[in-house]
């Protein structure tokens, strides 16, 4: 790329040895292989409240202007969550909600998710992308769901089946690349590569 973009990546879940975390870490640096800058944003930093609605910065801890302003600063999102009763985590849905059309409007996001089960997330990234849509941002096609994840990582933070991190990683390249093509001046390049991209490949 010859214009470097912003991915920033958040984790939806606050446990120290949180393996959303882990496989965030990975997203994040296939994004870096394409020469994305890449930042990620671990909610246990932010001093956060529950929404009750629109509200302003003024009405919001400075954590939460905060967190607004490192999300409108970046071109490209990845979001990972675990599985929680078939969704995504409460943390990252306070989250999302106490953000809007300014600091996520346009952007691309990628989608992760680990789950318990063998279906690796697919409802809690398919809900994520539902609202992805209701915040006019561009889901990319690929998204990557890790399945029976307390076995999945080795010591190491690293994925036990190198295909299953290969498409962690190709989460992170293509929400880079498509961040990219949308920001330059190649929008036709954009609209190319966008479809002929594998359409919601699933886990």
Same mark, same amino acid.
């Given at each position: 790329?010859? $214009?470097?973009? #912003? &991915?920033? %990546? =958040?984790c939806g879940s606050l446990r120290d040895d949180s393996l959303s975390r +882990?496989?965030?870490? @990975?997203?994040? $640096? %296939?994004?870096? $292989?394409?020469?994305?800058?890449t930042e990620l944003i671990d909610l246990r930093d932010y001093e956060m409240v529950f929404t009750v609605g629109k509200m302003s910065?003024?009405?919001? *801890? $400075?954590?939460?202007?905060?967190?607004?302003? #490192?999300?409108?600063?970046?071109?490209?999102? @990845?979001?990972?969550t675990p599985e929680y009763h078939g969704s995504y985590s409460g943390i990252i849905k306070n989250a999302l909600d106490l953000m809007g059309f300014d600091e996520v409007e346009g952007k691309m996001i990628g989608l992760l998710a680990v789950s318990g089960g063998a279906m690796g997330g697919l409802e809690a990234m398919n809900a994520l992308r539902a609202v992805g849509r209701a915040l006019h941002a561009w889901v990319i096609p690929e998204q990557a769901g890790v399945p029976k994840a307390w076995d999945a990582f080795a010591d190491d933070g690293s994925l036990k089946d190198q295909k299953l991190a290969e498409r962690v990683r190709e &989460? %992170? +390249?293509?929400?880079? +690349?498509?961040?990219?093509?949308?920001?330059?001046? #190649?929008? #036709?390049?954009? =609209?190319?590569e966008w479809e002929a991209a594998?359409?919601? *490949?699933?886990g």
């Open positions: 790329m010859a $214009e470097q973009v #912003k &991915v920033a %990546g =958040i +882990r496989a965030l870490q @990975i997203g994040l $640096e %296939g994004a870096a $292989e394409v020469g994305a800058e910065d003024e009405a919001v *801890p $400075e954590d939460v202007v905060r967190l607004r302003r #490192k999300v409108q600063e970046a071109s490209g999102l @990845i979001l990972a &989460v %992170g +390249r293509q929400t880079a +690349r498509f961040a990219w093509l949308h920001s330059s001046e #190649k929008s #036709k390049d954009f =609209i190319k594998v359409q919601n *490949p699933g």
